[in-house]
């Protein structure tokens, strides 16, 4: 969904492109076409269940890091400090905010509808709730439902909980849902979404899978944000989707065929020196920059945590027809956030391990409590645990005032050095053949 | 023919340069202030080393040829310093006739710029003597000796001396002279300076008193004792030495830049190395069983955690914030009007803790303020200073991982005193009794002794750098 100007496209990208303009479109025009708004967060999103109601949803963490690599960030952040957001707040949740007191212009320059429905689901992040507890202010008389998703606190998902989310489902967020849409609940039309997204599913499993290939044929991170992901997002259970990803599927496998390495704005990364295993978000407003310092210095990402706020299928969870609330409950609950600090530890290792990874490298957000918390043992238990060295970047979601080139670029010139160095001298002493 | 090494730290505050040999031991070290001109401050501090380099050649063959004799040695070590001089003495001429033509460029009035150039001679005719007895008689001592530290300090005092109105225009033409004198390599010829030099000292030792007693401005010494009578024996038996190493060809046949000014060196792009790997594979060589480094340089700290090949497991740098650097250190310095040098045995004194916020340089400076205005003692004071830089530190270090036996401390800040008091009291109290704390004398130089040794090993690798980011749209 990022929008690189003049990047090198792929056929995909091209795809999504057009599916997304349309989405967009069609949300500026929901007034005159009559459909609802939905104004929903990605981790756990309950987009079939949405679609199953002919009503559109809306992201706002998405339209953020949209205004972020549109360079429009930095203001919306200044003017939602000026209405008395602390400098210290979500710079998603001010960039929002930003962006609605500015007109609401979402990312292809056409307006966003006002929200018909506030649906709140807070898979990992207790911000979700201030920050819709802040959009219920400023669409007075907004309907609001909960959708309160249980940590895994045990590091596993009980029945107990499962029961509760399908309870809540059925009491608090079905009834909302239809009430706003006026439309009846209808399983089956939700069964038949659930069914195209699990086929989605397995093609985007395959797709992020391919890396463990070497040489890779994606980049799990940067591409994996720029168009492997986005898709993934606002059409799960659209027959469009599946479509998407079975060409974004054929294309992997095309690369691979022809021992083509993966897709950069400036054409295929040739030389792959090093793999890298990534936690944590990207940054936004410098995001083509920040990628450059990766792929200039020959380093790809083969796998990545925040690919999986939306879903780890690659741990084998599929939306299930047969059982729709059930799935989208324990899909809520499978999320990367709603995973505690021991599960994401040997998630990332077993990334280390089956990605062939040389390294494990951190983007620690400063206006990021959720990521943040847990990282810097995590790093240590990933150094210790995989024994490859490991390192810590420091930036910002969408606040460009906390993006420092040189600071970061020095970091990774040191880090990949490391890396470099570390095989050389491990080689000449016989360590590493 | 010898083969010599290079390795060129190019940090925010001081350049360092130093020069191994074959058996990585170090024969030469330069240092100098980082100026707007990368270049030039990475060439002054590479011409430093190497003269520096020629008299450890020099002393070395006294310990075979003369047999280490005190009288010697200490002609040496002399002709070092007035060496240095003859250097200060041509850059001085040069900052000289820059005061001049700025006051003739900047000042219209004419009467107001016949009466700064007056000043202007005064001052060049006041402060030259001075400085060239300071050096004669090493009375440079803890100070620091940049050149442009010891003018402006000199230049300071005559200035002060003069009637209030003069200050800011001869200020102005100080500051719109320094940069241009000193962004300025000057090449000088090492057998010419080293035969003014020894003139001098000519000089010097002739006219030395009879008995020193009555001038306690001379430093007496058994040595200098030696020498009043036969320094010109000593003079000639090393005259043919003194010779040859002026004429020695130093070949360096592979060098290594590092440091924050990195990228700008005009060396080739695989002789340029992260200063992190630098600063920990020259503390791990100097101490070999290092486990933990904690570099605090001008303006980023950083810990580090290496393994016993000297490679870099892992790091953790400041972000966002230089509070508890070494530039924390040289503001509060200004704040206290006291040089660089002199706050850390200050802070010594200390005789309780007075706690400083260190979240930031500037309000340090604030904070300085008020605890003066209540009372509290400058000496208490800096050492709650002294003890906050380390207290920034020591978090970093928990990031990165912990302190690991053996741990040690480089870059600049590793020569004030108070800083290691503070440093070995909390690693210890954090981290148990059992961990060996190497700090060495050569601490500033670490990175570019990392650098010198990455360059003898001569590792044939492009390393990986970040290209230009003009091309990102």
Known sequence: ?433 | MNKFYLGVDLGSTTSKAVIINENDEIIGRGITNTRANYGVAADITRDEALYNARFSVLRRKLETDFDNKPAYRKYISDLESVFQYEQFKVRLDQLGEELLKTCDTYFRDEQQRTEILQHLRTIRRAFKPRIKHDYLYNNLGAKNQFFRDIVSEKYNEEVNKLDKHLFEPLMTVWDKSISPAENVRIQFDFRELVHRAMDELKVKYGNLPDTTDDNSSLHFDSEINQLKGSFEHVAESLQSHIDEIAQMEFNISNMTGTGYGRALLPFPEDCIRSEILCHAFGAHAVFPNTRTVLDIGGQDTKAIQVDSYGLVTSFQMNDRCAAGCGRYLGYIADEMSISLNELGPMALKAEKDVTICSTCTVFAGAELRELTNLGEKREDILGGLHKAIIMRAMSLIARSGGVFNEFTFTGGVARNPAVIKYLSQLVRENYGDKIKINIHTDSIFMGALGGAMFARRNFKTELPTAKSRKSVA
């Open chain 1, 1 to 433: 969904m990022a929008d690189l100007k003049d990047a090198i496209k792929e056929k995909s990208m091209n795809l999504q492109k057009e599916m997304l303009a349309k989405q967009f479109h069609d949300l500026s025009q929901a007034n005159e076409t009559g459909k609802k708004v939905v104004y929903t967060f990605v981790p756990g999103n309950l987009t079939e269940l949405i679609l199953s109601f002919d009503m559109l949803p809306v992201y706002p963490e998405i339209n953020a890091l949209q205004s972020g690599m549109r360079k429009k960030s930095a203001d919306y952040i200044k003017d939602a400090e000026k209405m008395g957001f602390s400098e210290d707040v979500c710079t998603y949740v001010k960039c929002d905010i930003g962006m609605m007191l500015n007109g609401n212009i979402g990312p292809t320059g056409e307006k966003l509808p006002s929200p018909d429905l506030l649906l709140l689901s807070y898979t990992g992040c207790f911000t979700f709730m201030k920050w819709f507890e802040n959009l219920e202010r400023l669409y007075p008389g907004v309907p609001v439902a909960m959708l309160h998703t249980p940590y895994q606190e045990e590091g596993k998902i009980a029945q107990e909980q499962v029961d509760y989310m399908v309870k809540q489902l059925k009491e608090e967020v079905i009834p909302k849902m239809e009430q706003v849409s006026g439309k009846k609940f209808d399983p089956q039309r939700l069964s038949g979404m659930l069914e195209n997204s699990a086929r989605a599913e397995d093609l985007l499993v395959k797709v992020l899978e391919s890396a463990k290939n070497v040489p890779t044929p994606i980049d799990a991170y940067f591409a994996g944000v720029y168009y492997i992901g986005p898709i993934f997002t606002a059409f799960r259970g659209t027959a469009e989707a599946v479509n998407y990803y079975h060409e974004l599927w054929e294309e992997v496998q095309e690369r691979m065929r022809r021992g083509l390495g993966p897709v950069t704005p400036e054409g295929e990364l040739k030389e792959q020196k090093y793999r890298l295993v990534m936690e944590g978000p990207p940054n936004w407003t410098n995001f083509r920059e920040f990628w450059k310092i990766f792929y200039d210095m020959g380093a790809v990402i083969v796998a990545s945590s925040y690919t999986k706020v939306g879903g780890v299928y690659d741990l084998g969870f599929r939306h299930d027809p047969k059982e729709p609330l059930e799935s989208l409950s324990r899909y809520c609950m499978g999320c990367y956030t709603n995973m505690n600090l021991p599960q994401r530890v040997g998630l990332l290792e077993k990334y280390v391990k089956e990605y062939k990874a040389d390294g494990f490298l951190i983007n620690s957000i400063k206006s990021c409590n959720s990521f943040s918390a847990g990282q810097l043992m995590i790093m240590r238990e990933i150094e210790q645990r995989s024994g490859v060295p490991v390192g810590f970047l420091e930036s910002d979601l969408v606040d460009p005032r906390y993006f420092s080139y040189a600071n970061i670029k020095n970091r990774l010139e040191s880090y990949f050095q490391m890396l470099e160095q570390r095989k050389i001298i491990l080689r000449q002493e016989g360590v590493i053949a």
